[in-house]
């Protein structure tokens, strides 16, 4: 525990506070982690130095608690991360009462080394609380000092995803908001998923379309092989396969933004099943079904689209992984779903090759030739798209960027993932019933503009929306939210 220290026994300061003593296993010296004079007053220093516009403190050092204590005092909105070293100086320190009456607060999270980023990544809720503040007990970082350097790596790798994440619901928290409730609107005239897989032929190989440039010269096989495939393709893919007179079984669709409708602006066949996602454009999935019929509602774990699928306690959306985001890994991810053993990808490059984005066929090579010129050609187009963001040239001479590469693994990894066994059974969903669970628990959260439950699975709804709009936006986001939630 602590290298060469761990927590050995409590003694009384001057003022008669109990105070913990850290023991080195090696020289049997005895260190306090709180002045042995008057460690409430020395609390309040600490407290001191903290800005009150800040609401999430990690604490690194649990000791006696009273440092902790003088920071809810001075501030009475923040939440507190406390980091010990091990469960079992943990479990020591709950001896002390205080430590023991902090541990029930519900502003303040108890944690060891090992659950730290967890931790955090489970409590920190940017969107809310704003920067994060690490604040060592200057005994316990000098005494545990290797913990306190892992404590800090671990808060590093959280803040990273969570400041990734954060980034993306800034961007498209309002669009996912308003996709979802309305796309819920259809929900109840969806197909039933448990019928499609029960009609589908398992043994067939699920052929996972991407819209890589590679896709081009894999045509002529998937023509050949037809019968043998069926076909998922992506929703950049579909229109490309189509032109082609290849007809896609299925197409996976997550993207929320508006520039996914030119994926649907071809015919749509009426023998293929358009799988989108809640959070996807609202446009794309009334188009669909206007001509169709054949759609089915999914979910990649935004809050409220999970909130809206396990409301009632059973499952009435297919639960779809999605990794870092990339609509290829959806698609895989129904494969695995229908039932699919044998699985192949086409035009998954996650690269670019031939000074080409995507495959012939897609919406964008329509637009930009429509805005070809003999100063802005179409080449011109393509290749300020592949530059937009710094690349990384590969060994076969394809070029690739960050964020593909981090798709690519992403996908690599989740084909090496053990499928978890679940119960795949999806209930009807009753637009009535959850509109009306929902307005409820959004009501009972908030008590006032600024009294409500951070804690409750109907706050967490609305944390992409309030990424979006800003800090201190909780109760416009609860507002736009519940008000656009009762005029569906």
């Known amino acids: 525990m602590g290298g060469n220290y761990f927590y050995s026994q409590f003694t009384e300061a001057k003022d008669g506070n109990l105070i913990p003593l850290c023991k080195n296993s090696v020289t049997g010296q005895e260190i306090a982690l709180h002045s042995k004079y008057n460690p409430l007053r020395e609390a309040e220093g600490f407290a001191a130095q903290i800005d009150e516009s800040c609401l999430f403190?990690?604490?690194?050092?649990?000791?006696?608690?009273?440092?902790?204590?003088?920071?809810?005092?001075?501030?009475?909105?923040?939440?507190?991360?406390?980091?010990?070293?091990?469960?079992?100086?943990?479990?020591?320190?709950?001896?002390?009462?205080?430590?023991k009456k902090l541990s029930k607060q519900k502003r303040i999270y108890f944690t060891d080394i090992y659950h730290l980023k967890e931790m955090l990544l489970t409590h920190y809720k940017p969107a809310i609380h704003g920067n994060l503040t690490i604040l060592p007990l200057r005994q316990w970082e000098s005494v545990f000092s290797q913990e306190a350097c892992q404590c800090k790596e671990a808060i590093t790798?959280?803040?990273?995803?969570?400041?990734?994440?954060?980034?993306?619901?800034?961007?498209?928290?309002?669009?996912?908001?308003?996709?979802?409730?309305?796309?819920?609107?259809?929900?109840?005239?969806?197909?039933?998923?448990?019928?499609?897989?029960?009609?589908?032929?398992?043994?067939?190989?699920?052929?996972?379309?991407?819209a890589?440039?590679?896709?081009?010269?894999?045509?002529?096989?998937?023509?050949?092989?037809?019968?043998?495939?069926?076909?998922?393709?992506t929703d950049t893919a579909y229109s490309a396969l189509t032109k082609q007179n290849i007809i896609s079984d299925a197409v996976v669709s997550i993207d929320g933004q508006q520039v996914s409708h030119e994926h649907y602006m071809e015919n749509l066949s009426q023998k293929t099943i358009f799988f989108f996602d809640l959070c996807a454009n609202a446009?794309?999935?009334?188009?669909?079904?206007?001509?169709?019929?054949?759609?089915?509602?999914?979910?990649?774990?935004?809050?409220?689209?999970?909130?809206?699928?396990?409301?009632t306690g059973k499952r009435t959306f297919p639960h779809l992984e999605a990794g870092s985001g990339t609509v290829t890994i959806a698609a895989a991810s129904l494969a695995k779903k229908i039932g699919f053993k044998n699985i192949e990808f086409f035009g998954a490059d996650f690269s670019y090759s031939g000074g080409r984005a995507y495959c012939k066929g897609t919406y964008l090579e329509s637009q930009f030739c429509?805005?070809?010129?003999?100063?802005?050609?179409?080449?011109?187009?393509?290749?300020?798209?592949?530059?937009?963001?710094?690349?990384?040239?590969?060994?076969?001479?394809?070029?690739?960027?960050?964020?593909?590469?981090a798709y690519r693994l992403s996908l690599s990894d989740y084909m090496n993932k053990k499928e978890v066994s679940e119960n795949t059974d999806i209930c009807k969903f009753n637009l009535n019933d959850f509109k009306s669970r929902y307005c409820n628990d959004l009501r009972s959260t908030f008590k006032s503009e600024n009294e409500y439950d951070e804690n409750t699975y109907a706050f967490t709804t609305l944390l992409p929306l309030c990424a979006k709009l800003g800090k201190d936006s909780c109760f416009l986001a609860y507002l736009k939210t519940l008000r656009y939630t009762e005029r569906v």
């Open 212 to 233: 890589g440039p590679s896709l081009d010269n894999n045509i002529s096989l998937l023509k050949k092989k037809r019968d043998s495939y069926y076909i998922i393709a």
């Open 57 to 99: 403190f990690v604490i690194l050092g649990i000791a006696g608690g009273y440092h902790i204590e003088k920071i809810l005092e001075k501030n009475e909105k923040c939440r507190i991360l406390a980091v010990e070293d091990s469960e079992s100086s943990l479990a020591f320190l709950m001896k002390l009462p205080l430590v």
């Open 283 to 311: 446009a794309s999935v009334r188009r669909a079904f206007s001509i169709t019929k054949n759609i089915i509602l999914t979910e990649s774990g935004h809050p409220l689209a999970q909130y809206a699928s396990l409301y």
């Open 157 to 210: 790798q959280a803040i990273k995803l969570l400041a990734a994440d954060f980034s993306v619901q800034s961007h498209f928290g309002k669009i996912w908001q308003k996709n979802i409730i309305s796309n819920l609107s259809l929900a109840e005239k969806a197909k039933s998923f448990d019928e499609v897989c029960k009609k589908t032929d398992k043994m067939k190989t699920a052929a996972i379309i991407a």
């Open 370 to 405: 429509i805005k070809s010129n003999r100063l802005a050609t179409a080449e011109n187009a393509s290749t300020a798209l592949i530059y937009r963001t710094p690349v990384i040239k590969k060994d076969d001479g394809k070029i690739t960027t960050e964020i593909l590469e």
